[in-house]
């Protein structure tokens, strides 16, 4: 089992919440460049980072049960090899759960949209629902639903 220590998150940055809700848009053609690790522990944190020494995070949670568990999808970033990754948010690092290159299947998870086997990483959300239904009921598995939106915009943006 590989295990990589991420980098500290950037804590501000140069483009406002205003400008980058402005210039927003979904693409479909990818740079080949690869990613620094750097950049990689920067969206990780922005969709699920640790923001409060009580364990609160970047994205809302009904409960503050956190169901959501991101995985990174690696196939162009430097000096890491491809993989599945964990992110543990705890620890801000990866655990690597699946060698080697898995953009196959990932193109057919998604309908067989080439482009999602061309970008550098893919982030998957998975989501223990569980954690928020034990809880919440039947409308946990909603709860659960809104917060992969939270979490993947704050990616996003
Ligand atoms: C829930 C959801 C699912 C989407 N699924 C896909 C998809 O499978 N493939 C794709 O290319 N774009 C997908 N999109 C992106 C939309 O096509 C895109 O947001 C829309 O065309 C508006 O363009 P914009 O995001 O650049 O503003 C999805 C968007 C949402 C919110």
Redesign the pocket.
């Known amino acids: 089992m590989q295990s990589i220590e991420l980098s500290m998150h950037q804590a501000s940055g140069d483009v406002s919440v205003e400008e980058a809700l402005r210039k927003?848009?979904?693409?479909?053609e990818y740079s080949r460049k690869p990613l620094r690790l750097g950049e990689v522990s920067q969206l990780l944190w922005a969709g699920q980072g640790l923001t409060d020494p009580r364990g609160l995070r970047t994205a809302p949670s009904a409960g503050a049960l956190y169901p959501l568990e991101l995985y990174v999808a690696i196939r162009n970033v430097e000096r890491v090899p491809s993989g599945v990754y964990w992110y543990n948010p705890l620890e801000h690092k990866l655990i690597r759960t699946v060698q080697g290159d898995v953009r196959d299947e990932l193109t057919a998870a998604?309908?067989w949209?080439a482009?999602?086997g061309e970008g550098a990483i893919v982030i998957a959300f998975g989501a223990v629902y569980q954690r928020t239904t034990v809880k919440y009921g039947e409308r946990g598995i909603r709860y659960v639903h809104i917060e992969v939106?939270h979490a993947a915009q704050n990616v996003f943006l």
């Open positions: 927003r848009r979904s693409v479909r998604a309908l949209q482009w999602i939106g």
